[in-house]
């Protein structure tokens, strides 16, 4: 006896996470009498996370919703920009994209990162307890329970994933005030009570310093200064803040 089925429509924006059988509209899915609508939404590939609003024949459901046979279920993708309730809005990234944590912290977002892999346990736990959206491209971790927020960024691509993560959430930018390395504020800092600290042709050079409060790192405008400043000025330009 075959099983009931129900029709599901997901958004265009969520048809990767499946299969190619699933992408057209009103995809046949077989259920049981028993798994919730999250649980079938899950089931196809797609972590809630991604997943907007839920309607299921027109009226918008809970993902706690049994399906019945017949109904007509469709998955909008998350609304942009995305707000997260509960807590002031901060990220924990997954060991693969250091790169976009340094630069998320380079436009001010506080954005936590682990350099080495605590595994998936340990990471669903720091976001609980730290209330942070975990940003994440596994999507086997964005499906833990425990974690209190989450987002799967969608491209390999540096630049690709600023640019998701700031239209998603939309942050607010306060550029060069914290520390690239280890996500602590900076302050302004004189020169001699970091000259320590420089290389004689930096102590020459420059004049005007910066300092990590937490990591004590000392910050300047050096050579690599113009190819971060192209970073930055790009995402203040589309997304707001000031790049001063």
């Known amino acids: 006896m075959s099983r009931p089925e129900i029709h ?10 499946a299969n190619s059988e699933l992408r057209r509209e009103r995809a046949p899915v077989a259920i049981d009498a028993s798994s919730s609508l999250g649980h079938v939404v899950e089931s196809l590939g797609v972590p809630l996370t ?12 809970a993902v706690s919703h ?37 630069r998320l912290r380079l436009l001010g977002v506080d954005a936590a990162y682990e350099s080495e892999d605590i595994g998936d346990p340990a990471l669903a736990a ?10 994440s491209r596994d999507r086997g971790l964005l499906r833990r329970r425990e974690i209190w927020a989450g987002a799967y960024v969608y491209s390999d ?21 914290r520390c690239t390395a280890c996500n602590g504020p900076l302050a302004d800092a004189a020169k001699d009570t970091v000259a320590e600290r420089l290389e004689h042709g930096t102590r020459r050079t420059y004049d005007v310093f910066a300092q990590c ?17 192209a970073i930055v000025e790009d995402a203040v330009r589309e997304f707001g803040g000031s790049a001063a």
């Open 8 to 17: 599901v429509t997901l958004a265009p924006e969520l048809r990767l996470f």
């Open 50 to 61: 991604e997943a907007g609003a839920l309607l299921v024949d027109g009226r918008p459901a």
């Open 66 to 102: 049994v399906p019945s046979a017949g109904e007509s279920v469709e998955v909008r993708a998350v609304e942009r920009p995305q707000r997260v309730p509960g807590a002031p809005l901060r990220f924990l990234l997954d060991v693969h994209l250091g790169t976009l944590a340094r």
């Open 126 to 135: 720091l976001s609980a307890a730290e209330r942070r959206v975990l940003l």
């Open 157 to 177: 691509r540096p630049d690709e994933q600023l640019r998701d993560v700031l239209g998603r959430f939309a942050p607010v930018l306060a550029p060069w005030t």
């Open 213 to 229: 409060t937490v990591c004590e790192r000392v910050y300047w405008r050096g050579a690599h200064h113009s190819r971060l400043e």
